[in-house]
């Protein structure tokens, strides 16, 4: 059987910065991936959205690097680069040719050691209105853009740190200060609360003397507070909003087990069974055989706390989002009554362990990975025994997880339905 | 204790790295079928594309979207296997299996494990070569392709790239969209299905492409068994060409969206084809005003104002003159604005020619990035394909460097010129129309339709 290993060497510097170096000569470039342990789950309260806002200041230059320098810098050196927040971390990463590491590794540790006194009320203004016009294109100005927030608001109880999006709230992201800026940055940016991962084509005795030289005199910060992610049961609430579409979709979430849980490859799996494929159940139902849906997608959200499973069904022209929502949880039901078979599973490994590899190609996203594996799960390791862990995944361990979780009351439903027609 | 480290410059560069980018074996089966196979054992996968002359510009206008449908139905029955047990043989194999139309060919690419690659061939020439097009899978995909046309009418990017492409090019193929109208997909059936196929899958001009965990030899006899008589086609049709004047420029063209949160803006014209001397100088031209990050359009629209989460532009390179189109999303007050300053930056690149920071800058993004490009063997077969497509030479992507870097800024300047002259520019803006208006009238006068 295929499998592959990626092996890595692990180190923190004095001031607590984990350090994963993985070589891999292959091509001449390099990633670097540093990866904060601060989402949208650390946002206090009339703060929503300010992580992902403060994840666009660090792109308008620190000390030493002038506004926008680190496209442009990266970019003039050939390089890819971006940086991304959802609700448990946020990470800026970069892939150059591997003779410009030292760059990337000056760019990342000027913005981690010396972003402070660059900061302006200008700048934070100027950003301000980007992540806003970011919300309208991304959320309310795109079909069906609402729903996910939906869905949460009626997951989780008010105060939970997973209730809101990322991309927050207008009135919030207008609330936001420079002071707010300068404590986030004071609480969450110190190298003790993030991970740097480097991927690619060096020696690494050698790279890990260039992350000291540029990281090693970057001071230590206290421990970041943390945060409580309460375990929640079901909600069972159920919420219909209207968005300029044509067809309605129905949104079925089941709190499931977290990127931490060792039912988490079975819930993934679970998924996989439900619409990986035209041969999957809910597919083949619902598309193929009763010709009432025009998509569904089943996936998880691997989340460090409470983790998320979702069903989503869009309907044909002419379906009602009642009947659909009864298909979607008919198939659903048949899965637990019947539970999975050994066939179902065969497909499935084969799957998961394809689009692993296909995925770990290339070093910015092995690099990815990496970093998830050490900030979420505190093991890096975990990349590499991911494919035993999916491989090892049984009819019984997929069942288990169908009962558990997917608890029909326990359910929370968003559906969308098609604005009244104005003419 | 060591020195404090001086940051106030950026650290110089190592020594670059050699460019060597891999060079495939080329094979031709009996048929006639060309193979292009790069050994990479690296990891045990394998990216597959076949790619065949069934481009959608080659459609008769009344069955535009068939080339879509073809490569919709192809997993829907074929060898024998109704639908469902085609499906259950892809997912059995975990093999991940797409076709794309686009208006130059369809692709069928397919990515594997290394241990299910047998299988996977089997499975591609299953569905390329001996599809079934019953008229009961077809009426039912038929339909599933109406209802994604509809849902793609909720999209206000969607709808403004497509109204945009027809009042670029009215009637040419590049005017309609590539997988079809309402209309024109409402006509076909199993007929036009099988017609098309019959027509453009054959072997000529057809390739296939593989990288990754495989030995040479091996592949070429593995293929040999599957598509060594595969028809050998003569027929490669030929493309109409493209008018030299967009159909409609200057006047405003809004598609009313009431209530937008935004407006959609397009600015658009017709292009370049890829075999062109400009290639390269607008490829330049381009990154400088609208394909990077730090282009023009992007500082000056995201980085300056904050009207928008971003702003670019691109030249579609096809095998006829694809268009230009510069394109942002911005909030709804300051439409009318925006659209001068996109338009202020195109005349820009003329009145305020390229720095020679900015030229270096483009150069270096687009020379520096070709590592990178060949890392994933879905690349490297990507990168191919454009070589099969567009008839490239063995060595394009080594000589690449040296003819961007051969780009003089007034090439740059007498293309943009040319290309992006104001008489020839298409303005749409899906947004709401009350609002946006009065503003846009300034550039000329305006048209509203229905969304």
Same mark, same amino acid.
């Given at each position: 059987?295929?499998?592959?290993?990626?092996?890595?060497?692990?180190?923190?510097?004095?001031?607590?910065?984990?350090?994963?170096?993985?070589?891999?000569?292959?091509?001449?470039?390099?990633?670097?991936?540093?990866?904060?342990?601060?989402?949208?789950?650390?946002?206090?309260?009339?703060?929503?959205?300010?992580?992902?806002?403060?994840?666009?200041?660090?792109?308008?230059?620190?000390?030493?690097?002038?506004?926008?320098?680190?496209?442009?810098?990266?970019?003039?050196?050939?390089?890819?680069?971006?940086?991304?927040?959802?609700?448990?971390?946020?990470?800026?990463?970069?892939?150059?040719?591997?003779?410009?590491?030292?760059?990337?590794?000056?760019?990342?540790?000027?913005?981690?050691?010396?972003?402070?006194?660059?900061?302006?009320?200008?700048?934070?203004?100027?950003?301000?209105?980007?992540?806003?016009?970011?919300?309208?294109?991304?959320?309310?100005?795109?079909?069906?853009?609402?729903?996910?927030?939906?869905?949460?608001?009626?997951?989780?109880?008010?105060?939970?740190?997973?209730?809101?999006?990322?991309?927050?709230?207008?009135?919030?992201?207008?609330?936001?200060?420079?002071?707010?800026?300068?404590?986030?940055?004071?609480?969450?940016?110190?190298?003790?609360?993030?991970?740097?991962?480097?991927?690619?084509?060096?020696?690494?005795?050698?790279?890990?003397?260039?992350?000291?030289?540029?990281?090693?005199?970057?001071?230590?910060?206290?421990?970041?507070?943390?945060?409580?992610?309460?375990?929640?049961?079901?909600?069972?609430?159920?919420?219909?909003?209207?968005?300029?579409?044509?067809?309605?979709?129905?949104?079925?979430?089941?709190?499931?087990?977290?990127?931490?849980?060792?039912?988490?490859?079975?819930?993934?799996?679970?998924?996989?069974?439900?619409?990986?494929?035209?041969?999957?159940?809910?597919?083949?139902?619902?598309?193929?055989?009763?010709?009432?849906?025009?998509?569904?997608?089943?996936?998880?959200?691997?989340?460090?706390?409470?983790?998320?499973?979702?069903?989503?069904?869009?309907?044909?022209?002419?379906?009602?989002?009642?009947?659909?929502?009864?298909?979607?949880?008919?198939?659903?039901?048949?899965?637990?009554?019947?539970?999975?078979?050994?066939?179902?599973?065969?497909?499935?490994?084969?799957?998961?362990?394809?689009?692993?590899?296909?995925?770990?190609?290339?070093?910015?996203?092995?690099?990815?990975?990496?970093?998830?594996?050490?900030?979420?799960?505190?093991?890096?390791?975990?990349?590499?025994?991911?494919?035993?862990?999916?491989?090892?995944?049984?009819?019984?361990?997929?069942?288990?997880?169908?009962?558990?979780?997917?608890?029909?009351?326990?359910?929370?439903?968003?559906?969308?339905?098609?604005?009244?027609?104005?003419? | 204790?060591?020195?404090?480290?001086?940051?106030?410059?950026?650290?110089?560069?190592?020594?670059?790295?050699?460019?060597?980018?891999?060079?495939?074996?080329?094979?031709?089966?009996?048929?006639?079928?060309?193979?292009?196979?790069?050994?990479?054992?690296?990891?045990?996968?394998?990216?597959?594309?076949?790619?065949?002359?069934?481009?959608?510009?080659?459609?008769?206008?009344?069955?535009?979207?068939?080339?879509?449908?073809?490569?919709?139905?192809?997993?829907?029955?074929?060898?024998?296997?109704?639908?469902?047990?085609?499906?259950?043989?892809?997912?059995?194999?975990?093999?991940?299996?797409?076709?794309?139309?686009?208006?130059?060919?369809?692709?069928?690419?397919?990515?594997?494990?290394?241990?299910?690659?047998?299988?996977?061939?089997?499975?591609?020439?299953?569905?390329?070569?001996?599809?079934?097009?019953?008229?009961?899978?077809?009426?039912?995909?038929?339909?599933?392709?109406?209802?994604?046309?509809?849902?793609?009418?909720?999209?206000?990017?969607?709808?403004?790239?497509?109204?945009?492409?027809?009042?670029?090019?009215?009637?040419?193929?590049?005017?309609?969209?590539?997988?079809?109208?309402?209309?024109?997909?409402?006509?076909?059936?199993?007929?036009?299905?099988?017609?098309?196929?019959?027509?453009?899958?054959?072997?000529?001009?057809?390739?296939?492409?593989?990288?990754?965990?495989?030995?040479?030899?091996?592949?070429?006899?593995?293929?040999?068994?599957?598509?060594?008589?595969?028809?050998?086609?003569?027929?490669?049709?030929?493309?109409?060409?493209?008018?030299?004047?967009?159909?409609?420029?200057?006047?405003?063209? =809004?598609?009313?969206?009431?209530?937008?949160?935004?407006?959609?803006?397009?600015?658009?014209?017709?292009?370049?084809?890829?075999?062109?001397?400009?290639?390269?100088?607008?490829?330049?031209?381009?990154?400088?005003?609208?394909?990077?990050?730090?282009?023009?359009?992007?500082? &000056?629209?995201?980085?300056?104002?904050?009207?928008?989460?971003?702003?670019?532009?691109?030249?579609?390179?096809?095998?006829?003159?694809?268009?230009?189109?510069?394109?942002?999303?911005?909030?709804?007050?300051?439409?009318?604005?925006?659209?001068?300053?996109?338009?202020?930056?195109?005349?820009?690149?003329?009145?305020?020619?390229?720095?020679?920071?900015?030229?270096?800058?483009?150069? &270096?993004?687009?020379?520096?990035?070709?590592?990178?490009?060949?890392?994933?063997?879905?690349?490297?077969?990507?990168?191919?394909?454009?070589?099969? =497509?567009?008839?490239?030479?063995?060595?394009?992507?080594?000589?690449?460097?040296?003819?961007?870097?051969?780009?003089?800024?007034?090439?740059?300047?007498?293309?943009?010129?040319?290309?992006?002259?104001?008489?020839?520019?298409?303005?749409?803006?899906?947004?709401?129309?009350?609002?946006?208006?009065?503003?846009?009238?300034?550039?000329?006068?305006?048209?509203?339709?229905?969304?």
């Amino acid at each position: 059987m295929s499998t592959v290993h990626f092996p890595f060497e692990s180190h923190t510097l004095d001031n607590g910065l984990r350090v994963i170096l993985q070589q891999d000569c292959t091509t001449p470039v390099v990633a670097v991936h540093l990866m904060y342990h601060v989402g949208s789950k650390n946002e206090r309260p009339g703060r929503t959205g300010f992580a992902h806002l403060f994840e666009h200041l660090l792109f308008q230059g620190s000390e030493n690097v002038p506004r926008e320098g680190h496209f442009k810098f990266i970019q003039n050196a050939g390089g890819t680069l971006n940086g991304t927040t959802w609700f448990d971390r946020t990470n800026y990463f970069e892939t150059v040719p591997s003779n410009e590491l030292d760059l990337a590794l000056w760019l990342e540790s000027d913005r981690m050691g010396f972003f402070a006194p660059s900061i302006t009320q200008a700048k934070l203004d100027n950003q301000r209105d980007v992540v806003k016009n970011e919300r309208r294109q991304s959320y309310e100005n795109r079909p069906y853009g609402l729903a996910f927030e939906t869905v949460i608001r009626n997951a989780y109880p008010p105060g939970h740190p997973y209730r809101h999006p990322t991309i927050g709230f207008m009135e919030d992201l207008d609330a936001a200060t420079l002071e707010d800026v300068h404590d986030f940055f004071r609480t969450y940016y110190v190298p003790n609360n993030a991970a740097l991962v480097v991927c690619g084509d060096f020696d690494s005795a050698a790279a890990l003397a260039r992350v000291e030289h540029f990281f090693g005199d970057i001071p230590a910060g206290d421990e970041p507070p943390p945060v409580d992610v309460p375990t929640v049961s079901g909600s069972g609430a159920r919420e219909e909003i209207t968005d300029r579409v044509q067809v309605p979709r129905v949104y079925i979430m089941f709190h499931s087990p977290s990127f931490n849980d060792p039912e988490f490859e079975a819930a993934d799996v679970l998924t996989s069974l439900l619409t990986e494929g035209k041969s999957s159940r809910m597919r083949r139902e619902l598309v193929y055989e009763r010709r009432i849906a025009g998509e569904v997608e089943a996936f998880t959200w691997p989340t460090e706390g409470v983790g998320m499973l979702f069903a989503v069904a869009t309907a044909r022209p002419g379906v009602e989002a009642h009947e659909l929502e009864a298909a979607m949880m008919e198939t659903i039901e048949g899965l637990r009554t019947d539970g999975a078979k050994e066939e179902e599973l065969v497909g499935a490994r084969n799957r998961v362990r394809r689009a692993l590899i296909r995925r770990l190609q290339s070093v910015g996203n092995r690099a990815d990975a990496l970093a998830h594996a050490q900030v979420l799960r505190r093991d890096p390791s975990y990349v590499n025994q991911a494919f035993a862990r999916y491989e090892a995944v049984t009819p019984d361990d997929v069942d288990a997880v169908a009962r558990s979780v997917l608890e029909p009351d326990g359910r929370t439903v968003v559906t969308v339905l098609p604005e009244a027609s104005d003419g | 204790m060591s020195q404090v480290l001086d940051r106030s410059t950026p650290p110089e560069p190592g020594t670059r790295p050699a460019l060597k980018l891999p060079h495939s074996g080329r094979y031709r089966l009996s048929s006639g079928l060309d193979v292009l196979i790069l050994p990479r054992p690296a990891l045990p996968e394998v990216s597959l594309r076949l790619i065949t002359e069934a481009g959608a510009a080659l459609e008769p206008e009344r069955e535009c979207g068939v080339a879509e449908l073809t490569g919709r139905l192809l997993t829907e029955g074929a060898a024998g296997k109704d639908a469902m047990q085609m499906a259950g043989w892809l997912d059995r194999l975990g093999a991940a299996f797409t076709v794309s139309a686009s208006y130059d060919v369809t692709m069928v690419s397919m990515h594997s494990l290394s241990d299910t690659l047998s299988g996977a061939l089997d499975y591609l020439a299953a569905t390329t070569r001996e599809p079934s097009f019953t008229a009961s899978e077809t009426e039912r995909v038929r339909q599933e392709r109406l209802d994604e046309i509809e849902r793609d009418r909720d999209e206000p990017s969607i709808v403004a790239t497509r109204k945009l492409v027809t009042a670029i090019y009215g009637d040419h193929p590049y005017g309609r969209p590539s997988d079809g109208t309402y209309e024109s997909v409402s006509s076909l059936d199993a007929e036009s299905v099988r017609r098309f196929h019959h027509r453009r899958y054959t072997s000529a001009g057809a390739a296939l492409i593989a990288c990754g965990d495989v030995d040479a030899e091996r592949l070429v006899a593995e293929l040999e068994g599957r598509f060594g008589d595969w028809t050998p086609g003569t027929d490669r049709g030929s493309l109409p060409e493209a008018p030299s004047h967009p159909l409609r420029p200057g006047s405003p063209l =809004i598609i009313d969206r009431p209530r937008s949160a935004q407006s959609e803006i397009r600015i658009g014209t017709i292009g370049a084809p890829f075999q062109t001397e400009d290639l390269y100088a607008a490829t330049m031209g381009n990154a400088i005003l609208g394909g990077l990050f730090s282009s023009r359009i992007n500082m &000056n629209l995201r980085e300056d104002k904050g009207w928008t989460y971003g702003a670019r532009s691109a030249f579609h390179f096809r095998r006829g003159a694809g268009p230009f189109v510069a394109q942002t999303a911005v909030e709804t007050p300051v439409t009318a604005d925006a659209v001068a300053e996109m338009l202020a930056e195109i005349r820009g690149m003329v009145t305020n020619p390229p720095s020679e920071e900015e030229m270096s800058l483009a150069r &270096n993004a687009l020379t520096l990035s070709l590592p990178r490009q060949f890392e994933t063997t879905s690349q490297v077969t990507g990168k191919l394909a454009r070589q099969v =497509i567009f008839g490239l030479p063995e060595d394009y992507w080594e000589r690449y460097p040296e003819r961007i870097n051969a780009v003089s800024r007034e090439h740059v300047v007498a293309v943009m010129e040319r290309y992006l002259a104001p008489e020839r520019l298409v303005f749409l803006v899906v947004g709401d129309a009350e609002s946006v208006e009065p503003g846009l009238r300034a550039i000329g006068p305006t048209e509203v339709a229905a969304g």
